[in-house]
């Protein structure tokens, strides 16, 4: 679901996704979403069984050890951190997801819009993440370096509510 307010030359957007390990064993779950360039993320909260946990923000180093730590420790964690190749996208890992559970995903960012044509104000919300030419890599690639399901360009089955207000 994406729940969108346009306030002046503003959106701000809130993108719930729900996310459920139908394995047998816990997993990693790892989602790599694009966003606007110049949006802001101000917050991050993830859902599981009765509880909240909302996020912290700390440094990337620190934030990939205590995530670390709690994976090691047998506890679920929750890391959402910006690409370094890619500075208009993010990846949330979240990790030992039990089996057959549900964990649902909220983040919250604004952005600026866009004027067009003199007049016409551009709100847009990004959905895919599309190849981009690596010639490092010998062609096109990922912008995170993962390959879905092993195969570039895989799109999972879903839709999307869109709900936008504008004030």
Not at 73 to 87: I, N, R, V, W
Request: charged letters at 25%; proline letters at 5%; glycine letters at 6%.
């Amino acid at each position: 679901n994406i729940h969108s307010t346009i306030r002046s030359f503003a959106a701000d957007v809130t993108i719930t996704q729900v996310f459920r390990n139908d394995e047998a064993i816990p997993i990693e779950a790892v989602y790599c979403f694009p966003i606007e360039e110049q949006a802001a993320i101000y917050a991050f909260v993830a859902r599981i069984d009765n509880r909240e946990i909302v996020a912290e923000l700390k440094e990337k180093k620190e934030a990939q050890k205590d995530y670390t730590e709690a994976l090691e420790q047998g506890h679920g964690a929750y890391l959402m951190e910006q690409d370094e190749k890619s500075q208009d996208n993010f990846i949330i890992n979240i990790g030992a997801l039990p089996p057959s559970k549900e964990c649902t995903i909220t983040i919250s960012y604004v952005t600026e819009l866009d004027l067009v044509q003199g007049s016409i104000i551009r709100f847009v919300v990004p959905t895919t993440i599309a190849p981009r030419y690596n010639p490092e890599r010998g062609g096109i690639s990922s912008p995170a370096g993962t390959n879905a399901h092993g195969k570039l360009g895989w799109q999972p089955d879903c839709t999307h509510q869109f709900l936008i207000a504008s004030d």
